[in-house]
């Protein structure tokens, strides 16, 4: 069974331009993430899913420099590109991540992929119930899924945001969340780059906690977050836009 990441990713963000090469620590935040994703040890490989828009001729440079395959598809039909993507390097099972989450934690994808074959659900995510903070998120489901949904729906909102049919659908499909061992304080962290606040606090905690580990959990941020409760402030104001 080849178990593969998949990354969304392009230069076209409404809030922060260019996000996902924005340098931290002098690397592209794409990079960084994929550097994370590849300590995952339940995972076969990793994918750049991002589109044939000019602009994201970029990433696609990015992934051959660091040897990463790259699928580049449609701009609005994310799912139909994520599902390509994984056809592309002949997924069987897909493990979705965005490119706004570089400070993903290896150990946590492990932990959802564990519990996904280890179990008979058609989805397995960590976003159901929010326990982990955003910018951890993990989704993990079969591509022959997504295909199902593919040909399900022409929804533009279901195109845009690959697994919203699936977790909007539970009579057709077995869900089920993955949740975190963290006080409820730590929940409504916001470790996700999507707006320069965002920006802000992710590289704050990288310099912080890169050059000593580059394979620091997302124990350590949270240890971090403790100690300097300030930098929560960094972007507490922000709020995640909608999904209809």
Not at 130 to 153: H, I, K, M, N, Y
Request: proline share 6%; aromatic share 6%.
């Amino acid at each position: 069974m080849k178990i593969i990441a998949t990354i969304e990713a392009r230069m076209s963000s409404s809030r922060l331009p260019g996000k996902v090469l924005k340098p931290i620590l002098g690397r592209p935040n794409l990079e960084l993430l994929i550097e994370r994703l590849r300590l995952a040890r339940g995972l076969n490989d990793v994918v750049v899913a991002t589109t044939t828009n000019p602009a994201d001729d970029a990433i696609e440079a990015l992934a051959r420099t660091l040897g990463v395959r790259c699928y580049r598809g449609s701009e609005d039909d994310v799912l139909d590109r994520v599902l390509q993507a994984a056809k592309s390097v002949n997924a069987d099972v897909i493990v979705e991540i965005t490119g706004d989450c570089p400070l993903i934690d290896p150990g946590v994808v492990d932990q959802l992929v564990d519990r996904y074959l280890s179990n008979k659900f058609d989805y397995v995510a960590n976003t159901l119930h929010r326990t982990f903070p955003r910018g951890l998120d993990t989704q993990v489901f079969a591509t022959r899924t997504l295909e199902e949904v593919w040909s399900l729906t022409q929804d533009p909102a279901d195109r845009e945001h690959v697994s919203l049919y699936i977790y909007e659908h539970p009579e057709r499909f077995s869900l089920h969340n993955v949740e975190s061992v963290l006080p409820e304080k730590h929940w409504q962290h916001r470790l996700t780059v999507d707006t320069p606040e965002d920006f802000a606090l992710i590289e704050t905690i990288f310099e912080r906690l890169y050059p000593q580990n580059p394979a620091f959990t997302l124990h350590d941020v949270i240890d971090i977050l403790e100690k300097e409760p300030e930098l929560t402030e960094i972007n507490q104001e922000i709020r995640q836009k909608a999904l209809h």
